[in-house]
């Protein structure tokens, strides 16, 4: 049995499962998330988005900055308001501390959406990904904590011997080994799937759905009718999550941290300031950039393309701002955004391109010197390339005695080096003792 909508709680307190026969009922449709018919400014705007039930208590992170020398990288533990040095330095944005499992650029995109999940009664939530998917693992856990069923479809094989990311998904997720051919179609694999898990008697939607839902329908209702109502109803409800998270509602995570950083005893809304940012689906940087115009900062988001071309980035980036236009009232803003459709990130290429996945002679060695020397521990994949543009930015702006901090987003993944040391064992083998 499928449906295109689920009640919350409130809606099934109400009416219990008549509800899931069709449509939530007919209720007046409010502005998007409940900003006014009246002009905002650009944080007025931003305040009314994240005025919403998060997954992280708070947004912080931790912030570290890394100065460069001809022999060395060093990693004095300075807060924000040190003396500038005089060798190129960058600054680290440790979102790989915000959780032991559930981290970087992963903790950002489940920061609205779990709330929503819970929020919807889902008992089930089905996602995919490669089989050592930071994602996959990261909403194993996250469902676990909330006492909500995981399926992860994993692109390929099971490895003979299970290990970081996979490891994970295993432990506290359902997995399933999809073959390669069966992956690419990744759509009808997931709905699939979802029906399979839901049953003849369960529902399945995906979540963009919810976010749908969430803005149209009125209050929740009391909490104590909400918690009787689902005691009684029994149904598996199914919410399908896109991989990689890519989904509207990932953006606002990132839109969330960018307020974070941009406070006056932080990084500050006035002077420029480059943040690097590795790029798989490139989620993380359009949500970034959407921060980044919305809040009206002086700053430029640099984006390491890993997995598609310039021309898939664009079009990726086209269609998350499309969809947030529609989920979101963007016109509600004061002075507009005409120049958001022009391109919110500068895409580049990594120093070394490679086949997305590949990793090069002397890399690995590379993170074990920039752990050694700084404790920041870094994998060959994803974060590698972002600390190697950012590497190169600061250099150069040391170089021009531009005033333009540059800042790296550390995107987590760093359990990956298990799956690496796998598939690349001479290059560990190698390492220095």
């Known amino acids: ?21 069709g449509q939530l009922p007919h209720t007046p449709q409010p502005q998007p998330q409940g900003i006014p018919n009246v002009k905002l400014s650009g944080e007025e705007f931003v305040a009314t988005l994240l005025d919403r039930r998060w997954t992280l208590p708070k947004p912080d992170t931790k912030i570290q900055q890394v100065i460069l020398s001809s022999k060395q990288v060093t990693h004095p533990f300075l807060e924000m308001n040190e003396k500038e040095s005089q060798e190129p330095s960058f600054y680290v944005v440790r979102d790989d501390l915000l959780h032991p499992l559930v981290n970087g650029n992963k903790s950002r995109k489940l920061d609205a959406l779990f709330p929503l999940v819970e929020d919807h009664l889902v008992t089930d939530v089905v996602t995919c990904g490669g089989c050592q998917s930071a994602h996959a693992a990261a909403v194993a856990v996250s469902c676990a904590e909330r006492g909500i069923k995981s399926h992860l479809l994993l692109r390929g094989e099971q490895p003979e011997i299970q290990t970081g990311y996979n490891l994970i998904s295993s432990l506290y997720g359902n997995v399933t080994y999809i073959p390669r051919s069966v992956y690419s179609d990744r759509k009808n694999m997931l709905r699939s799937h979802a029906d399979y898990v839901a049953g003849n008697s369960g529902h399945v939607l995906w979540f963009d759905d919810i976010l749908e839902a969430s803005i149209t329908q009125n209050n929740l209702g009391s909490e104590s009718a909400q918690k009787e109502a689902y005691k009684d109803d029994n149904t598996r409800r199914v919410v399908i ?27 500050g809304k006035e002077k420029p300031l480059k943040l690097v940012v590795d790029a798989g689906t490139g989620t993380t940087a359009v949500g970034l950039g959407l921060g980044t115009i919305c809040l009206g900062l002086p700053w430029e988001i640099t984006a390491v393309m890993l ?54 002679k002397g890399e690995i060695e590379a993170c074990q010197d920039i752990a050694q020397t700084t404790g920041i521990l870094l994998d060959p994949i994803y974060t590698l390339s972002a600390w190697e543009m950012a590497t190169a ?27 690496l040391a796998q598939r690349y064992r001479s290059y560990f083998c190698n390492l220095k003792r």
Do not use: C
């Open 1 to 21: 049995m499928k449906l295109q909508r689920f009640p919350t709680l409130s809606a099934i307190s109400s009416s219990k499962r008549s509800l899931y026969s």
């Open 241 to 267: 999550v896109s991989e990689g998270a890519g989904d509207v509602v990932a953006l606002l995570g990132s839109i969330r941290l960018m307020k974070y950083l941009s406070q006056d005893h932080l990084f």
């Open 307 to 360: 997995a598609d071309t310039v021309e898939g980035y664009q079009q990726q980036e086209k269609h998350l701002i499309s969809n947030f236009k529609r989920h979101f009232d963007l016109n509600s803003i004061e002075n507009g955004l005409d120049d958001i459709d022009n391109g919110i990130v500068h895409w580049v290429e990594r120093h070394n391109p490679r086949k997305f996945g590949n990793v090069l």
């Open 393 to 419: 930015l600061s250099q150069t702006q040391k170089e021009s005695k531009r005033d333009t901090k540059v800042v790296m987003l550390h995107t987590g993944g760093t359990l990956g080096m298990f799956g």
